[in-house]
């Protein structure tokens, strides 16, 4: 079972507040990534960090922020939400063995809704 | 540009019955990780199936198993006697380079399987 989790799995919010969705993993792993996922749809990386203070955007622009101060934490923080901003998203570790990434183990996910 | 290309956006299979979901990649790496990932309806994204580059043998756990064909670089899942839990989006994943010797994970669009009664 992966020890990655994700709180809170939902939240229905108003529309200019400040939100942050955790992510936590016991594993150990260098590498974290913060995915945005609408529902039956593709995964879009919007951050990755390859370790402590290193963090960098994915391909999909996003108006969210990250920060990886401890290994096993990585934050994702909206300053003002946005309807647009509605969706899954999802967070991932991973580990490497040298400069190959062996398996990704995914948290269940936060359903994010904005009103 | 590395890509990862699912062509079939949906499938269906019959219960008991076999499906292949297939998957293509690019890349000009030789020594590599290939998966596919499971994601039920509401649930946990979880692996399937891992399969090592540099390793003829195609990977199989138990009623999943791989026809990887690195010269194509094609990846397909095959999945045998399908149950009614298998009903779900499957992804392709491939850590592609992103520069400075870093890696990232990288999802084909997902093929989505309903597996009928």
């Known amino acids: 079972e992966a020890d990655i989790y994700q709180t809170p799995r939902y939240l229905v919010i108003g529309t200019g507040k400040k939100i942050t969705l955790e992510c936590s993993q016991t594993?150990?792993?260098?590498?974290m990534y913060w995915y945005q996922q609408d529902p039956g749809m593709e995964l879009h990386l919007i951050h990755y960090?390859?370790?402590?203070?290193?963090?960098e955007k994915g391909d999909l622009s996003s108006e969210s922020t990250v920060s990886r101060i401890r290994t096993e934490h990585f934050p994702l923080t909206l300053e003002s939400a946005r309807p647009s901003h509605t969706s899954q998203y999802l967070c991932?570790?991973?580990?490497?063995?040298?400069?190959?990434?062996?398996?990704?183990?995914f948290g269940q996910g936060t359903r994010l809704t904005v009103v | 540009a590395q890509t990862v290309t699912q062509s079939q956006p949906e499938m269906s299979v019959q219960e008991a019955e076999t499906v292949t979901l297939s998957c293509t990649y690019d890349?000009?790496?030789?020594?590599?990780?290939l998966f596919w990932y499971k994601q039920p309806p509401s649930r946990q994204m979880i692996l399937v199936i891992r399969?090592?580059?540099?390793?003829?043998q195609n990977a199989t756990e138990n009623r999943f198993s791989v026809n990887f064909q690195k010269a194509a670089k094609s990846f397909s899942l095959k999945i045998s006697d399908s149950q009614l839990g298998d009903a779900a989006m499957y992804f392709c994943?491939?850590?592609?380079?992103?520069?400075?010797?870093?890696?990232?994970?990288?999802f084909g669009k997902g093929t989505k399987l309903s597996v009928i009664p």
């Open positions: 991932a570790s991973s580990e490497s063995v040298g400069a190959v990434d062996t398996e990704a183990f």
């Open positions: 594993m150990g792993h260098d590498k």
């Open positions: 960090s390859y370790g402590v203070n290193s963090t």
């Open positions: 890349t000009s790496e030789s020594d590599y990780y």
């Open positions: 399969q090592e580059a540099y390793k003829q």
């Open positions: 994943a491939y850590p592609s380079y992103s520069g400075a010797g870093s890696y990232q994970l990288t």
